[in-house]
């Protein structure tokens, strides 16, 4: 099936810098890229996603951006704000079935 | 309004009990799932069902079990639960099983269950 590494799976940043998240995967047949936001105690929720036609795609402070040939895609955050502190998955859709990268926990310190 | 739903939220039982977790969505989605969630591990996928009747094992099936005799609900059960399956569940339903167009998961609110 397919594999989804995320990294990093801690990520520290003070409120109003930058914050990237890479998602790699394995299956080639995977044309579907989301990006899930869990708040502590909440269920994860999508916030963004892309197709395999599309480099990149923009929603205000969040971006994805996805390089077909490599198998990666990422996740932007600008100008982090402490509501912005959570879980984010990724994940990869070969096979039909949605696998997730275990992760990262993004903490904005005020 | 469109959702999924769990239940119970939480419960802690003892081994060897039986349990039922259900799930429900009302938006007709084919595709149901459930998810474990452990610290560091992300979420791991245990059973999917691509539409009725028809159900496969996700990446760490041991010790559930599912059915889907209905579009809207899809059970976990745990026939004899034990304490490594003490963990933080979650319930899905896409519209579309996996990669065919936009294929947004819908999470139920969670159940947290401890097995002593």
């Known amino acids: 099936g397919e594999n989804v590494e995320q990294h990093p799976s801690t990520l520290s940043v003070q409120e109003g810098d930058s914050a990237v998240i890479k998602c790699t995967y394995s299956?080639?047949?995977?044309?579907?890229f989301p990006w899930y936001k869990q708040e502590l105690g909440k269920r994860p929720q999508l916030i963004i996603d892309?197709?395999?036609?599309?480099g990149e795609k923009k929603d205000q402070r969040i971006a994805v951006t996805l390089n077909k040939t490599a198998k990666h895609f990422s996740l932007h955050i600008t100008e982090t704000q402490p509501e912005d502190s959570a879980v984010y998955f990724c994940?990869?859709?070969?096979?039909?079935?949605?696998?997730f990268g275990r992760g990262t926990s993004l903490i904005v310190h005020p | 309004e469109a959702q999924v739903t769990q239940n119970p939220r939480y419960l802690i039982t003892v081994t060897g009990k039986k349990l039922t977790v259900t799930c429900s969505q009302n938006m007709n989605h084919e595709y149901m799932s459930w998810y474990r969630q452990d610290p560091g591990l992300g979420l791991r996928q245990i059973y999917y069902?691509?539409?009725?009747?028809?159900?496969d094992k996700g990446d760490v099936p041991e010790g559930y079990k599912v059915s889907r005799k209905e579009k809207r609900n899809f059970p976990l059960i745990l026939e004899s639960p034990s304490p490594n399956q003490t963990s933080l569940y979650f319930c899905?339903?896409?519209?579309?099983?996996?990669?065919?167009?936009?294929?947004?998961?819908?999470f139920g609110p969670g159940t947290r269950l401890t097995v002593l």
């Open positions: 899905a339903s896409s519209l579309l099983g996996g990669g065919k167009g936009r294929n947004e998961q819908f």
């Open positions: 299956d080639s047949a995977s044309n579907y």
């Open positions: 994940a990869g859709t070969g096979s039909y079935i949605p696998t």
């Open positions: 069902s691509m539409n009725v009747e028809v159900t």
């Open positions: 892309i197709r395999s036609n599309v």
